[in-house]
């Protein structure tokens, strides 16, 4: 995959807390350059920040086997292919194996963490020789900053508190380790962020877009402390809740982004924010190049994909019907034996079901269908395609790709997040106004009436949690909302399967049945890095 920046250096991988080589940086195949010589100028520099962007993941090839994304070890999502997936699912993960599942996150953080310290050190000792070099510096330090930033969260969100390193460790060094506490380790990221934002730019050129500007160090800000207030990581802590307020709103009133609005087809307005390239609703992207992954990772089976994402019963019965009610509401005009009939726009744009289209193909989920359960390796596990992310425009079999982008930011998110922390922080939805506004600017983007006013905050709660499961589907938050809440998650996840082509009848069944245990909140640390460094492994991991 193209990365957003063109990258001339590749610098020797080390694992976790391993040093590398003192003398000597492999920056690329059969070239040994030495450290002085990688900062000797302000060019050779920013080649070196450029290395640490590489590391930087994209959202849907997050897990072990670097097709698949998160969402499949939530209730969202079920892998078909991946094996080892459907093994996380059922428990089957620890302390030994974790990589396989999720990736090597906590080594590839600290093996970026590292690389951006030796920045941080040299940076200011880099000869000035050229007009705008100063400046440079100036921006090269403010992205290094995010960039830790970044890491470290990445760690925080699926492991918890670890050890802060702010500084490179010698090779000879002493590897014993403690973890911080888990409001140190905020304090640091946040630390990291705000000293950033006056260091960078507002915006950069298109050919640069994707490096580190003020909005997405906000956007971090904000997710950080959502994540921070939230029941798993604080207690009720309305001033925690207020600081989340805070950072979302503060992201908001640059009014630098605007929520993706152009086509009256609700639907297709929906799927354009995934596939417009750099629209105006995203804050930051990770540029994938021109190609057709998406398609053929997701594209069902009868048409030429992998299927690799198949959405669930359970996320499916999420979506309301057109008028905004919920299928459980008698009054909402759901019809069981028509159940994708009036459904509201996001689902069309979200999900592919028995007798839908795939470039003027129908899918047959059915038995016996060419898309059904069971049919082979590569076929749904619950009866369900996920359409977000395709563009049907794109061929598998002829013709060109487009330029795809995985988003990590979007301005919907920090609506919610908004809405979400103002709403905990306040004894009733009614003291914030804003609460209100921001869900109802999402949901009326998608073609949905209003949130009944009056409501509760614990039934404000509820509808916001909707909102999320169904605005930000399939977009690596649903895995970590569920543990930030301290849900109990798992539990039966649900497929369907049509009896025939006219789709007469159809039976739920059990796709997957996972376990639940409270030490799942938290991954286990590898165990590699536990014997290196000897710190605390998470609770009930050992």
Not at 257 to 264: H, M, Q, R, T, W
Not at 270 to 297: P, R
Not at 482 to 511: H, P, Q
Request: hydrophobic share 35%; net charge neutral.
């Amino acid at each position: 995959m193209k990365k957003n920046l063109i990258i001339s250096l590749i610098l020797l991988t080390c694992t976790g807390f391993y040093s590398c080589n003192k003398d000597f940086l492999n920056l690329a195949p059969n070239e040994n350059i030495t450290e002085a010589q990688a900062f000797s100028t302000m060019i050779q520099t920013e080649n070196f920040t450029n290395n640490i962007y590489t590391g930087l993941p994209s959202t849907f090839t997050r897990t072990g086997d670097g097709n698949t994304p998160l969402d499949c070890l939530s209730d969202e999502g079920a892998p078909t292919f991946w094996q080892n997936g459907r093994t996380f699912n059922g428990g089957g993960y620890g302390p030994t194996n974790i990589t396989s599942f999720i990736g090597n996150i906590w080594a590839n953080s600290y093996r970026n963490i590292r690389k951006v310290n030796i920045l941080l050190e040299k940076l200011p000792g880099v000869p000035a020789v050229n007009p705008d070099d100063e400046d440079t510096r100036k921006r090269l330090k403010g992205e290094a900053l995010f960039l830790r930033a970044f890491y470290y969260f990445d760690i925080l969100k699926v492991f918890g508190r670890f050890p802060i390193v702010s500084k490179r460790l010698a090779v000879d060094q002493e590897f014993k380790m403690s973890r911080n506490s888990y409001d140190e380790c905020v304090a640091f990221i946040q630390k990291d962020l705000d000293d950033a934002i006056p260091l960078l730019l507002s915006t950069y050129p298109v050919n640069q877009l994707g490096r580190a500007n003020k909005a997405m160090c906000m956007a971090l800000k904000s997710r950080l402390l959502l994540y921070a207030a939230s029941p798993l990581n604080s207690a009720d802590n309305t001033g925690k809740w207020q600081a989340a307020a805070k950072a979302a709103k503060d992201l908001i009133d640059l009014k630098q982004f605007s929520l993706y609005d152009v086509n009256p087809d609700k639907a297709e307005n929906y799927k354009a924010i995934f596939n417009l390239f750099a629209n105006q609703e995203v804050i930051w992207f990770i540029n994938l190049g021109n190609g057709k992954s998406y398609e053929q990772l997701y594209y069902p089976i009868g048409s030429n994909g992998w299927g690799n994402v198949t959405p669930t019963q359970n996320i499916v019965d999420e979506y309301q019907m057109a008028n905004g009610k919920s299928i459980s509401d008698p009054t909402s005009g759901y019809d069981p034996a028509k159940p994708y009939l009036n459904r509201e726009p996001r689902f069309y744009a979200t999900v592919w079901y028995n007798g839908s289209v795939v470039r003027s193909l129908a899918v047959q989920t059915y038995a016996g269908g060419r898309d059904a359960i069971n049919g082979g390796n590569n076929n749904t596990k619950t009866g369900y395609y996920l359409r977000k992310y395709c563009d049907e425009t794109v061929s598998l079999a002829s013709g060109p790709g487009r330029q795809m982008m995985s988003i990590w930011f979007r301005l919907g998110e920090f609506y919610l997040n908004y809405a979400e922390a103002s709403n905990e922080a306040n004894t009733t939805p009614t003291a914030d106004p804003l609460i209100y506004t921001y869900i109802n600017l999402i949901r009326n983007r998608a073609g949905l009436p209003d949130l009944t006013a009056g409501l509760s905050k614990e039934q404000m709660r509820l509808a916001i949690r909707h909102e999320r499961k169904v605005e930000l589907a399939f977009e690596e938050h649903r895995f970590f909302d569920d543990r930030r809440w301290k849900s109990t998650f798992g539990g039966d996840i649900k497929g369907i399967v049509w009896a025939d082509a006219a789709g007469s009848s159809y039976n739920l069944v059990t796709a997957e049945n996972r376990p639940f245990h409270q030490k799942m909140w938290y991954m286990p640390i590898p165990q590699l890095e536990i014997d290196i460094t000897k710190m605390e492994q998470n609770p009930d991991w050992k």
